[in-house]
């Protein structure tokens, strides 16, 4: 299936639910935007009129890649341009209530081995677990959300629920 033909809604919301998503997140998306479109592309359309001149185009491994690489990127473009225009972008360093966990907070949690994990919580396309950088729509930051500091809060691992405590909630400074 191609990716811009998948609903685009978060898993476990309804459709038509907002893409949250941090300024600088919304900025990396701008930026793979204009890469794709003013740099790349124009490169592979080149290299595929150059490819298409030589003749036959059956046996034509440069005009067969570079055919296959352009509807990756007019694939990846289209996606880009969707979630773009549904994107809501949310400053965490604007957050008034400061003292519960929102979009965008850096929260540290104790586990029950004493353990403490540290995530910030981002919009779906900027998540990376590996760095910490969770989905809003995520399992542990659903839990999270609205949690303040002292709070103990049920959150669903792979190897069942765990109760966990809130230790600190930080945003960025404004």
Excluded: C
Excluded at 12 to 35: D, K, N, S
Excluded at 149 to 170: K, N
């Amino acid at each position: 299936m191609d990716e811009d033909d998948e609903d685009d809604t978060p898993p476990g919301l309804p459709p038509g639910t907002p893409f949250y998503m941090t300024p600088a997140g919304h900025a990396a998306l701008q930026a793979e935007l204009r890469q794709l479109w003013n740099a790349e592309r124009p490169k592979v359309v080149e290299i595929v009129s150059w490819a298409a001149s030589l003749g036959d185009r059956s046996e034509n491994a440069d005009y067969q890649y570079g055919k296959r690489r352009l509807r990756e990127i007019d694939r990846r473009v289209r996606f880009l341009r969707k979630r773009l225009e549904r994107v809501q972008v949310v400053d965490p360093a604007a957050q008034a209530r400061r003292e519960q966990v929102f979009f965008g907070a850096t929260v540290t949690y104790a586990r029950e081995d004493d353990s403490e994990v540290t995530v910030t919580i981002v919009g779906v396309d900027e998540a990376e677990a590996e760095r910490g950088r969770i989905s809003w729509v995520s399992p542990v930051a659903r839990a999270l959300l609205k949690a303040r500091e002292g709070d103990l809060v049920r959150i669903r691992t792979p190897s069942g629920p765990e109760e966990v405590e809130v230790v600190t909630i930080r945003y960025p400074e404004p």
